[in-house]
C-alpha cells in the first residue's frame, strides 16, 4: 500500500515541496520511502543548497524564505 505525501527540503533560505509515496508494508519498517523518492529528495537538497533554482523546480514547488520584522 503506498501514499502520497509532501516533504519539505530545507536548505539555507529557501524550501522546496516535494511529492513523494510512502510505502506501507505489513511486517516491514514501515512506512518507507523507495530508492527513487530519496534520490530525489537528495537532488533537490544539493540543487538548493547550489542555488540551481532550476532543478530543484523540476520536482515541486521552490519558496523563498524571507524574515518577518514586527
Known amino acids: 500500500m503506498t501514499r502520497k505525501v509532501n516533504k519539505l527540503?530545507?536548505?539555507?533560505?529557501?524550501v522546496a515541496?516535494?511529492?513523494v509515496e510512502l510505502i506501507d508494508e505489513p511486517g516491514a519498517w514501515s512506512p518507507y520511502l523507495s530508492i527513487e523518492?530519496?534520490?530525489k529528495l537528495e537532488t533537490v537538497k544539493h540543487a538548493l543548497r547550489n542555488g540551481d533554482l532550476v532543478t530543484a523546480a523540476k520536482y515541486g514547488h521552490v519558496y523563498e524564505l524571507r524574515p518577518v520584522t514586527t
Open 17 to 19: 515541496e516535494v511529492s
Open 37 to 39: 523518492d530519496v534520490e
Open 9 to 14: 527540503v530545507h536548505e539555507g533560505k529557501y
